[in-house]
């Protein structure tokens, strides 16, 4: 069982396609890392940021994010900076533990099938998924402050090009694919009759 759901999630990342608006500019050389995130419901992140830009699509159900511009992020008490987050639960906060939250701007962003989200780097952010199962993708990528409008002139872009056909310029993602090749090798072999 475990060989065909690897195999069904490598067959399912080479089906994710990088939005039109990513294929130019730039940021094709800038991918950072592609992340599927699968949930039964009722799970949720603690309130964090990335070093990343960072782009959130739901392919599947439903997502609810509470998003603060960098610029307020100084109300937050990241009580776990070294690991670029905040113990606080942003759906019950305890004003006496956390009094800067009292007054913080921020949004509250619902993502439905189809919808994306781009958060740039250092935006602290929370995500729930409350409404059953949900499917998302997020891409991240390396901050930059140019954007190369000339390569969108001289680029055809694509109604769909898949994340797999572009290189990571993260070093953690040819360990993770070679770990999945392994394993996909090594499950292989031991249920040959399953492929």
């Not at 070294?82 to 606080?88: A, L, M, P």
């Not at 090009?161 to 090798?185: D, F, W």
């Given at each position: 069982?475990?060989?065909i759901l690897?195999?069904?999630?490598v067959?399912?990342?080479g089906?994710?396609g990088l939005l039109?608006c990513?294929?130019?500019g ?5 991918i950072q890392d592609?992340?599927?995130?699968y949930?039964?419901?009722d799970?949720m992140?603690v309130l964090?940021?990335?070093n ?8 599947d ?10 610029k307020d992020s100084?109300?937050?008490d990241f ?5 670029g987050?905040?113990s606080?639960?942003v759906t019950n ?9 009292r ?8 993502l ?11 935006w602290?952010?929370?995500?729930t998924?409350s409404?059953?199962r949900?499917l998302a993708v ?7 402050p140019?954007?190369?409008?000339d390569?969108c002139?001289e680029?055809e872009?694509?109604e769909?090009?898949?994340?797999t056909?572009?290189p990571?310029?993260s070093s953690?993602?040819h360990?993770r694919?070679m770990?999945v090749?392994?394993i ?5 072999e031991?249920?040959?009759?399953v492929?």
């Amino acid at each position: 069982m475990t060989a065909i759901l690897m195999l069904s999630l490598v067959v399912f990342v080479g089906d994710v396609g990088l939005l039109k608006c990513l294929q130019c500019g730039g940021f094709t050389r800038l991918i950072q890392d592609a992340i599927i995130w699968y949930s039964s419901g009722d799970t949720m992140s603690v309130l964090h940021f990335d070093n990343v830009d960072n782009i959130n699509c739901v392919l599947d159900g439903r997502k609810e994010l509470f998003v603060v511009d960098k610029k307020d992020s100084h109300h937050i008490d990241f009580d776990r900076l070294e690991e670029g987050y905040s113990s606080v639960d942003v759906t019950n906060v305890d004003m006496l533990k956390y009094p800067g939250l009292r007054d913080i701007p921020y949004f509250w962003v619902d993502l439905f099938p189809g919808d994306c989200l781009y958060l740039p780097a250092g935006w602290p952010h929370h995500v729930t998924s409350s409404c059953g199962r949900s499917l998302a993708v997020n891409v991240w990528f390396a901050h930059s402050p140019w954007f190369d409008a000339d390569s969108c002139a001289e680029t055809e872009l694509s109604e769909f090009k898949a994340l797999t056909q572009y290189p990571y310029s993260s070093s953690n993602e040819h360990l993770r694919y070679m770990k999945v090749c392994v394993i996909l090798i090594s499950c292989s072999e031991r249920f040959q009759d399953v492929f």
